[in-house]
């Protein structure tokens, strides 16, 4: 059978393929595309063919979590024009230009995701009265996939319904505010510790009452847990700790994985019914910075042992970047133990932001462990699939660009050992990278950076090459069969940093890692079908949001045509 006019075909012949969820690994085989899904076949004299003999084939990758939009991002960029000098974008017939290294413009954050074979990417932490600003910049960035969280753990509404343990009420204004926000999934940041911010203060524990509301930010995560469970939404709530980034932090971590372990997911995400992310930041063991260590091994022991938890890296990579993130307290007292430049930003006191430059270390101890870190989470899993996914927090630990490099060291020890000979040497025994041979082979680098992010998002069309998928596909010039990945492994590391291929929906978008061609790609966003009655709670609370609010209950919504290509995924709700 022929192919109608006007249809697009490319067929992808003898490449070793790596298709986690449908089981292949490093089988050579053609992948056939056709209209910007992946077909059975297509007909070779009709097709545009790629020679992908030799060559790697993998789905394109998907980041889970990483600040590439909003107002917070914006102001990184304001904040650090040095960062622009050291990386400029140029200008090509195809691109325009751009700058930023740690945090890049919009147009180059599309470029340099796609020039290593990233075709969607979550932004983590959205202050919903700014979720305008975050869609534009979203209108503004190619090529890639994009879906945002809004920031809902310290939502006062939030906070009051479920100190009220008004579970259900809660689930009709979460839904209202994802639909208002064009939002994917349920954020939580520091919680309880955010409103506290507000007033100066700070929560140490998941069992600290937050003031007026007379609530913990343990009833604040189990009840947002069962929210999650109610409108059946396609990822878990994805939770930034408290105590992140302290001495001891890791007995939080353990507490908050587990104060949610009788809860049950929804029809996407099964067992799942929590994700802890950039967790580096949440396993440091020690009583202070002079005893700081890693605590990765009784993470992973808890993570290994329950399945109800997906994780994601934070991943550590020397060198300079921004950090920045919706933790005020946090960005505060790293503004004071750097005393470098800072921002700090509230939004109507229902989340916060703090910004502040850093440079990672190797001959620092504790940056020396927090690299160890996130290597030691990856090596120590047990089961890929639950993560940890490959994420830098970007640009948290280091710019989303660093991935390859994460991954030279993830699939060689010899990598490792060559840095670990120039990290500062009382660290080592603070770490149990070492001790670890474990070496990742790329079918588990195509797990924690495409399948394992696909299947925690409930993205179903991504992550993989069967029938019916999105045709997102990176082709990396690397031949397994011929490499000893562990000993060349700059050759791989080269290989992530340009694709020979990618091709977002069926259109070859980087060749040669050169970008050539630049679409404007989806924004994924949860609409959950209200039955009439949860409408009604939403209405009833208009009085109380004009008395609180800057802007209207009327005017706060985002219209879908705001979204420059919107992408509806839709849920039925378990709500009466």
């Known amino acids: 059978m022929g192919i109608r006019a006007g249809s697009k075909a490319i067929l992808i012949k003898n490449g070793i393929v790596f298709d986690p969820l449908n089981g292949i690994d490093g089988e050579r085989m053609d992948i056939a595309i056709l209209n910007g899904r992946i077909v059975e076949d297509v007909p070779e004299r009709e097709a545009h063919v790629i020679d992908a003999s030799g060559m790697v084939v993998m789905p394109g990758g998907i980041d889970i979590h990483a600040h590439i939009a909003g107002p917070k991002v914006n102001a990184g960029r304001l904040l650090r024009p040095e960062d622009h000098f050291i990386d400029v974008e140029p200008r090509t017939p195809t691109t325009r230009a751009g700058v930023g290294r740690s945090v890049p413009s919009t147009f180059a954050t599309g470029y340099r995701y796609a020039r290593m074979g990233w075709t969607t990417a979550m932004d983590p932490a959205m202050p919903p009265l700014e979720a305008r600003h975050t869609h534009e910049e979203f209108n503004d960035t190619p090529i890639i996939d994009k879906g945002t969280y809004p920031l809902l753990g310290d939502c006062w509404f939030v906070m009051e319904f479920l100190a009220a343990d008004m579970i259900e009420e809660c689930a009709a204004y979460v839904a209202w505010m994802l ?14 510790g955010l409103e506290c911010w507000g007033f100066g203060h700070n929560v140490e524990s998941i069992d600290d009452v937050v003031p007026y509301f007379n609530i913990t930010p343990r009833e604040i995560i189990r009840g947002l847990a069962r929210v999650n469970h109610l409108l059946d939404l396609p990822h878990t709530i994805h939770i930034h700790t408290n105590n992140l980034g302290k001495p001891g932090n890791w007995d939080t971590t353990i507490r908050t994985m587990n104060c949610v372990r009788d809860i049950p997911g929804t029809s996407s995400t099964g067992e799942h019914s929590i994700h802890i992310t ?13 005893s700081m260590c890693s605590m990765s091994e009784p993470i992973m022991r808890y993570v290994n042992t329950h399945r109800h938890v997906t994780i994601d890296m934070g991943a550590v990579v020397p060198g300079d970047t921004t950090t920045m993130t919706a933790d005020g307290p946090f960005q505060y007292g790293l503004y004071e133990l750097t005393g470098n430049k800072w921002i700090n930003h509230d939004v109507e006191t229902e989340t916060s932001t703090g910004i502040v430059p850093y440079h990672y270390r190797r001959r620092s101890l504790v940056n020396a462990v927090q690299w160890a870190i996130g290597l030691e989470l990856a090596l120590l899993a047990k089961d890929l699939w639950r993560g940890p996914y490959l994420t830098t927090d970007h640009p948290n630990g280091a710019p989303f660009t660093t991935y390859p ?16 000979k120039r990290v500062n040497k009382r660290a080592i025994r603070r770490m149990v990278l070492p001790s670890l041979d474990r070496e990742l082979t790329l079918y588990e680098i195509a797990i ?12 179903e069309r991504k992550g993989h090459l069967g029938v019916g998928a999105d045709a997102d596909v990176a082709i990396y010039n690397i031949n397994p069969d011929e490499l000893d990945l562990s000993k060349d492994h700059r050759a791989v590391r080269r290989a992530f940093e340009r694709a020979a291929y990618t091709i977002k929906d069926g259109q070859v978008v980087v060749k040669d890692g050169r970008v050539v061609a630049s679409p404007i790609r989806r924004t994924y966003w949860v609409h959950v079908k209200l039955p009439d009655e949860a409408s009604e709670i939403v209405n009833a609370i208009r009085d109380a949001w004009e008395a609180r609010y800057t802007v209207s209950f009327d005017n706060y919504p985002i219209p879908e045509h705001y ?7 839709s849920r039925q709700p378990r709500l009466k």
């Open 448 to 459: 924690i950076s495409r399948a394992g992010p696909a299947k925690a998002l409930g993205l």
């Open 278 to 290: 950039h967790v580096q930041f949440s396993a440091f063991g020690g009583d202070d910075w002079a």
């Open 563 to 569: 979204l420059a290509l919107p992408a509806k995924v």
């Open 405 to 420: 490099r994460i991954i030279e060291w993830l699939v060689s020890r010899r990598a490792r050992e060559r840095t670990l």
């Open 179 to 192: 639909w208002a926000t064009k939002g994917y999934a349920i954020k939580l940041v520091n919680p309880g």
